[in-house]
């Protein structure tokens, strides 16, 4: 038995230091690691371990309202409840796919193209799944809440506009943030799935109408289910604005237009406030408020008509003769006009070439041209003043520049000269040339309200307004100029006018709609109506003789009226596409004065009464009510 032990072989002491010392090593390490745990990790995994029971739900911000100028509602929002996918849930999505496509009535593959849509989008964020759902889709999401812990309902605020695309193209429509949008810095505090101003009002004020977003901290059991709430942040709404648009001149503008195409825009020339605008065809921004349908786009997208444009500030067209009374303020301001005298016999030779004119006016001066709208006089006009100086009192007026009204997308349109034959065309500019833009033809293109601005300028003694549908009260001033930077424009400006041919320009104006003018079916007895008519061509007579004549080839009908003739507080501009005469437009633009008129009369009216009444307040005499104005 002893002779066993002494066999057996001793640890030697230099391998028993060696195992403490890894027996302390690996010891040493543990401890490390756990310290690091338990004590540098322990704020991050504590985040970590809420976040396995805390779920963050957003709380959109509801945009603000619009209101026209008097605070009557024009948008308004509605309730609604949205079906939102949240990806924290350890669940496999491809197996309950089958189950949310008949749940939320979605096709299977329309949910994968979303999850596709949002695969770079961080894990925390809800994709929107289904906007403005049914009674019986929220039903089924309740139901369905231990199988489908993913999905969550959220109750937003939605667009509502008004019927019939009335105010459509000013207003706007809201949509989902594009993946071109995202790339662009305007959009840098967006995310996908954010709804975003796309047109107009909504566009260009996106900023101001959309508020801050909130969030909710609630509490989820093991299936995901909300069981309380742990915090939130309230959202802040956006901004509420007050437009400068008269809903009531608004309804005699849309009234005016109805089944035809162009455009309508009525301003207030004192202050650049639009007034009225109008377009058609229209579209119905209720059908961008929620998810828009690939059918209805394609009914809008492919229409020959361009029901999405904004005509008023979007349709480049030749003015035709309404451009005649830019040409007598540059005739007379040139003093060419005053002592030219034309015997007008159906038209006259200019550069060679005969030039027509729609009648026979015999002999013609500065006091009946406008009135007659005579080519002819127009034509030598032109001859005598040169391309260059006709440019000169154009642009001076605004024509061949963007306004700066603050919508998106505004046209300049084209004020033709040399210098700018040569820089587009190449091409020299031939003296021919400009007996056309004489009369409102060849390359010249405007917009109505490029128009209605520089008309209604010249009636204001050569002062123009800086056009705008958004008072500027309304704003900050680091957003009005912000807002102004975005759209410039030829801005607020004077011109030079004389008082004699103002008031010559004015006269002429009024004469137009006189027993004589033009626009003599478009008079009205008891008010001050001025303006100024225009027949477009569409084509050249060369090309029309070689096509089928049909309502296409019909040429534009133009008009730009004002009341009073002299600073007129309101001014508007028609077009009426393949509308064929100047005067229908200006029974169209009749309407409209007709109705602002009316509107300004009786509140004329009603003051009167105010002021009776304060009086007989002040005086405790009721007998003073029998000295109300008769009438009234």
């Known amino acids: 038995m002893e002779s066993n032990i002494s066999r057996e072989e001793k640890l030697s002491p230099t391998k028993l230091h060696m195992t403490q010392y890894v027996v302390a090593a690996v010891m040493f390490v543990l401890g490390i ?43 308004d929002n509605y309730p609604s409840v949205s079906c939102y996918l949240v990806r924290d849930q350890q669940q496999k999505l491809e197996a309950d796919l089958p189950l949310i496509s008949s749940g939320l009535h979605i096709p299977v593959e329309q949910i994968q193209g979303i999850l596709k849509h949002f695969q770079y989008a961080p ?39 008004p019927k019939n695309g009335f105010l459509a193209h000013l207003i706007g429509y809201v949509g989902e943030v594009s993946e071109n949008d995202l790339n662009n810095d305007k959009y840098a505090a967006y995310s996908p799935g954010d709804e975003v101003g796309k047109s107009g009002v909504e566009e ?30 309230l959202a802040t709404p956006g901004k509420d604005l007050r437009l400068t648009i008269d809903l009531d001149v608004q309804r005699a503008a849309e009234k005016a237009l109805e089944g035809k195409q162009g455009a309508v825009v009525a301003m207030d020339p004192h202050t650049g406030e639009i007034l009225a605008m109008a377009s058609r065809p229209t579209f119905d921004p209720n059908e961008f408020a929620v998810r828009l349908t690939k059918a209805y786009w394609n009914s809008i997208n492919t229409n020959p008509d361009h029901p999405m444009m904004n005509k008023t500030i979007q ?7 309404t451009f005649k009374v830019i040409m007598t ?17 159906g038209g ?10 729609d009648k026979h006016h015999g002999a013609v001066d500065i006091h009946n041209a406008l009135p007659y709208s005579c080519d002819t006089f127009y034509y030598t006009l032109a001859a005598k003043l040169g391309i260059d100086t006709i440019a000169r009192y154009g642009s001076e007026v605004g024509i061949g520049q963007k306004t700066g009204v603050d919508l998106p997308d505004e046209q300049a349109g084209i004020m033709p000269s040399q210098e700018w034959k040569l820089k587009t065309q190449h091409q020299p500019w031939y003296a021919g040339e400009v007996v056309s833009v004489g009369i409102g033809q060849g390359a010249l293109e405007v917009t ?21 549908v958004v008072f500027g009260d309304e704003l900050t001033p680091d957003e009005l100029s912000a807002i102004q930077s975005t759209y410039p424009g030829s801005g607020n400006k004077t011109i030079p006018l004389t008082a004699a041919n103002w008031q010559l320009i004015t006269d002429d104006l009024a004469n137009v709609t006189g027993p004589s003018g033009t626009a003599a079916a478009a008079h009205m007895a008891d008010v001050d109506f001025a303006g100024k008519t225009g027949t477009a061509q569409v084509m050249s007579h060369a090309a029309l003789a070689k096509t089928n004549k049909g309502h296409d080839t019909e040429p534009n009908a133009w008009f730009v009226g004002m009341a009073p003739r002299r600073n007129p507080d309101i001014v508007v501009a028609v077009l009426w596409e393949h509308g064929v005469w100047g005067q229908y437009s200006a029974k169209l633009a009749a309407q409209v004065i007709d109705a602002f008129v009316t509107k300004q009369r009786a509140k004329a009216g009603n003051l009167m009464k105010v002021a ?12 003073a009510k029998k000295e109300e104005p008769a009438g009234q």
């Open 33 to 75: 690691g756990l310290w690091r745990l338990q004590v540098l990790g322990a704020t991050n995994y504590r985040v970590l371990a809420e976040q396995n029971r805390i779920r963050k739900v957003p709380v959109l911000a509801p945009r603000g309202k619009i209101f026209d100028r008097e605070g009557r509602i024009i948008v």
């Open 123 to 161: 894990k925390y964020q809800p994709i929107p799944l289904k906007v403005d759902i049914t009674p019986d889709e929220q039903a089924f999401i309740e139901a369905h809440r231990n199988e489908l812990p993913e999905l969550e309902t959220l109750d937003e605020q939605r667009r509502l506009y």
């Open 329 to 345: 303020l540059a005739g007379l301001q040139e003093n060419v006009a005053q002592d030219m005298h034309v015997f007008c016999n």
């Open 315 to 321: 349709a480049q067209l030749a003015p035709g003769s």
């Open 204 to 233: 260009t004020y996106d900023s101001v109408l959309r508020g801050v977003d909130g969030s909710r901290d609630v509490i989820v059991n093991s299936h995901g289910k909300e069981v309380g709430v742990a915090g939130q942040e």
């Open 448 to 468: 109505p309200l490029q128009l209605a601005r520089a008309i209604g300028g010249i009636a204001s003694g050569g002062v123009l307004q800086r056009p705008h």
């Open 348 to 357: 006259g030779v200019f550069f060679g070439q005969f030039h027509a004119c």
């Open 612 to 623: 009776a009444n304060t009086k007989v307040e002040e005086t405790q005499q009721p007998v």
